[in-house]
């Protein structure tokens, strides 16, 4: 079946620290790829998606490439911010149709002054 | 941009009685809506589909009569969790997605967070 690892959390950086979260995928068919996430006592923002190979997505800093031959979706960032601290989570969508996300286990981000 | 409103944001209830969760589409309809429970320091675990105008689908392990979930119209879905016990206590996440998006987009309400004395 389909399924997502990310590596597992907490990570602690300084900020303007190099942000890598890896990501990696099983699926069949071409999946879109998702990154959410969720900061403290909210529910899940949508960061950034990409929804085939080679195509990168990219929001407040934040960049991920869609790596169809490394079955690998992985999260980075140039230079955190202290606001960057939340719950980072990968997931996919293994179609186009009304299919719930299937998603990693959340990766908890820490960013100190 | 799509919003998904849920309501209450908090609650809190004695063990025996039953809690009802609103998910609201605000600004497109949405025919499915997904309901996940998330555990403390964990993942989202999906507990049902819920269609509009017919029966949720509901994951193994998910117990369709202690979590009852209506879809009465194309921008509403409850879950009724029955009974409560402490053990239901969790945060509970609703999503749902915008018709002709093209990709896979869920839009996220912003949780319910149950606690179950």
């Known amino acids: 079946g389909n399924s997502v690892t990310q590596m597992e959390g907490p990570v602690t950086l300084s900020e303007e620290a190099f942000l890598t979260i890896n990501c990696t995928y099983t699926a069949t068919g071409y999946p879109s790829l998702f990154w959410y996430v969720q900061y403290p006592g909210e529910g899940l923002q949508l960061l950034l998606k990409a929804t085939k190979a080679d195509d990168k997505g990219s929001n407040k800093g934040f960049e991920a490439t869609y790596r169809k031959e490394t079955t690998s979706f992985h999260l980075e960032k140039g230079s955190v911010q202290v606001s960057d601290s939340a719950v980072y989570f990968c997931a996919l969508s293994a179609d186009s149709g009304n299919t719930p996300l299937v998603f990693g286990k959340g990766t908890r981000l820490s960013v100190i002054a | ?117």
């Open chain 2, 1 to 117: 941009g799509a919003v998904v409103s849920q309501h209450p944001s908090r609650v809190i209830c004695k063990s025996g009685t039953s809690v009802k969760i609103e998910c609201r589409s605000l600004d497109f309809q949405a025919t499915t809506m997904f309901w996940y429970r998330q555990f403390p320091k964990q993942s989202l675990m999906l507990m049902a589909t819920s269609n509009e105008g017919s029966k949720a689908t509901y994951e193994q392990g998910v117990e369709k009569d202690k979590f009852l979930i209506n879809h009465a119209s194309l921008t509403l879905s409850t879950l009724t969790v029955t009974s409560a016990h402490p053990e239901d206590s969790s945060f509970y996440i609703c999503s749902a997605r915008e018709a002709g998006t093209g990709a896979n987009v869920l839009t996220f309400g912003a949780g319910s967070r149950l606690t179950v004395l």
